[in-house]
């Protein structure tokens, strides 16, 4: 545990143990394959799993790579859920998703047919070796932003969260460094 990490708005470092849903922020991405199709497909599989539940979804906006450069641009999303995982299992769940899906990890920022990071959960504050919450670049990226703000607009359990990711997207769209374009919207049935 990194000790010198503080924990913002009075987050707490132990994940919740009661059984009462938690709100949690998933960002999709792919640059390999049908991105679309794979983003929908990741999407349905998270839904399906009967301690997941999608309550909003964002558009998905295509995105300039970042990192490793040399790749296709990539199409992101993201997502809000509610659900009674605990944060690891919600990773695991993720994690299982991507392999059904072909994800193969060869090089960091490299290119994937499927890309699912746990952005943060509601009330958590973590730093294991596996997971760490909220994830430490989340409002370094612009193409985790945009998408993200998608999916803040009635979202009222913690408003400090809302305004941290609209005073990033503000950030981003001043400095304009990377590219972010609209690419399509979804009809997700709400939660």
Same mark, same amino acid.
């Given at each position: 545990?990194?000790?010198?990490?503080?924990?913002?708005?009075?987050?707490?470092?132990? /994940?919740?143990?009661?059984?009462?849903?938690?709100?949690?922020?998933?960002?999709?991405?792919?640059?390999?394959?049908?991105?679309?199709?794979?983003?929908?497909?990741?999407?349905?599989?998270?839904?399906?799993?009967?301690?997941?539940?999608?309550?909003?979804?964002?558009?998905?906006?295509?995105?300039?790579?970042?990192?490793?450069?040399?790749?296709?641009?990539?199409?992101?999303?993201?997502?809000?859920?509610?659900?009674?995982?605990?944060?690891?299992?919600?990773?695991?769940?993720?994690?299982?998703? !991507?392999?059904?899906?072909?994800?193969?990890?060869?090089?960091?920022?490299?290119?994937?047919?499927?890309?699912?990071?746990?952005?943060?959960?509601?009330?958590?504050?973590?730093?294991?070796?596996?997971?760490?919450? /909220?994830?430490?670049?989340?409002?370094?990226?612009?193409?985790?932003?945009?998408?993200?703000?998608?999916?803040?607009?009635?979202?009222?359990? !913690?408003?400090?969260?809302?305004?941290?990711?609209?005073?990033?997207?503000?950030?981003?769209?001043?400095?304009?460094?990377?590219?972010?374009?609209?690419?399509?919207?979804?009809?997700?049935?709400?939660?």
């Amino acid at each position: 545990m990194n000790m010198e990490r503080s924990l913002p708005h009075g987050l707490d470092e132990r /994940p919740a143990i009661d059984d009462q849903p938690k709100a949690a922020f998933i960002a999709l991405g792919s640059n390999m394959g049908n991105r679309d199709e794979l983003l929908l497909q990741a999407l349905h599989r998270l839904n399906i799993h009967p301690e997941v539940e999608i309550q909003v979804v964002s558009a998905m906006y295509e995105t300039d790579p970042v990192g490793f450069t040399e790749q296709p641009a990539f199409l992101n999303m993201a997502a809000r859920i509610e659900t009674v995982l605990a944060p690891l299992d919600l990773l695991h769940v993720m994690q299982n998703i !991507e392999k059904e899906l072909g994800r193969v990890r060869h090089e960091r920022w490299g290119p994937r047919t499927i890309d699912l990071d746990l952005l943060h959960y509601e009330g958590v504050t973590m730093d294991t070796e596996e997971l760490i919450l /909220p994830h430490p670049r989340m409002m370094e990226r612009g193409f985790v932003l945009v998408p993200l703000k998608d999916c803040m607009s009635d979202y009222e359990a !913690e408003p400090w969260l809302r305004e941290e990711v609209a005073a990033g997207v503000d950030r981003v769209e001043r400095e304009r460094k990377e590219g972010i374009l609209l690419w399509n919207t979804i009809n997700w049935p709400s939660g």
